[in-house]
């Protein structure tokens, strides 16, 4: 038995999807200038968002593992590739940074009307397709610095799953207490500057 994995029906990918674009949109990750903010550490919205949804899904996947509701094993884990993945996510965050959105995020602003989006989507579509095209010539590279199959990172640094659990939580907490502080900062130097336009 491996629930919730099990019920992957259309219908249940459907629903998901649709609740997954509900909270990204309410959480207002449907807007660019949210990303571009956490890049310039005005608006830890993103990592709040993103950090809470990590910590909830790793907690509750070793929750259901301990109650036999799931099968860690049964789990598919990409093997790790360290170029590919250093090099893709340089890629993918100055794309992020750029255009202020990621997928998920552009999907959910198209479908709120914004046509920005729609460009941003061309993008990754056209990059899709020279990815696909020059796939075997950047085959090697891609390949190269292979980690261990299928290997978490508890087993990676040789350690129990709950200490790499209480390190996720740990980081959330110091993220979510530095956030505050920078964004009361910046609020604080906004609302001089409004106090001193008036004047």
Same mark, same amino acid.
């Given at each position: 038995m491996n629930f919730?994995?099990?019920?992957?029906?259309?219908v249940m990918i459907i629903i998901g999807g649709f609740f997954f674009g509900y909270f990204l949109e309410a959480s207002g990750l449907g807007s660019p200038r949210k990303l571009n903010a956490q890049f310039t550490f005005k608006d830890w919205s993103v990592f709040k968002v993103m950090f809470v949804a990590i910590v909830v899904a790793a907690v509750g996947l070793y929750l259901f593992n301990l109650l036999g509701w799931l099968e860690f094993d049964k789990l598919h884990v990409p093997t790790t590739f360290f170029w590919a993945m250093a090099i893709g996510g340089a890629l993918l965050g100055t794309g992020l940074s750029v255009g202020g959105y990621c997928p998920g995020t552009s999907i959910v602003a198209l479908f709120t009307g914004r046509i920005d989006a729609l460009l941003f989507m061309m993008g990754m579509l056209i990059g899709v397709f020279l990815f696909a095209i020059l796939f075997d010539t950047i085959l090697p590279l891609y390949t190269a610095a292979k980690g261990p199959e299928s290997q978490t990172l508890a087993q990676l640094l040789d350690v129990q799953t709950w200490v790499i659990l209480a390190g996720l939580i740990?980081?959330?907490?110091? #993220?979510?207490?530095? #956030?505050?502080?920078?964004?009361?900062?910046?609020?604080?130097?906004?609302?001089?500057?409004?106090?001193?336009?008036?004047?």
């Open positions: 919730p994995l099990e019920y992957s029906s259309g740990v980081i959330a907490a110091l #993220g979510f207490f530095l #956030g505050a502080k920078i964004e009361s900062k910046h609020n604080s130097v906004i609302q001089a500057q409004d106090l001193d336009s008036r004047d």
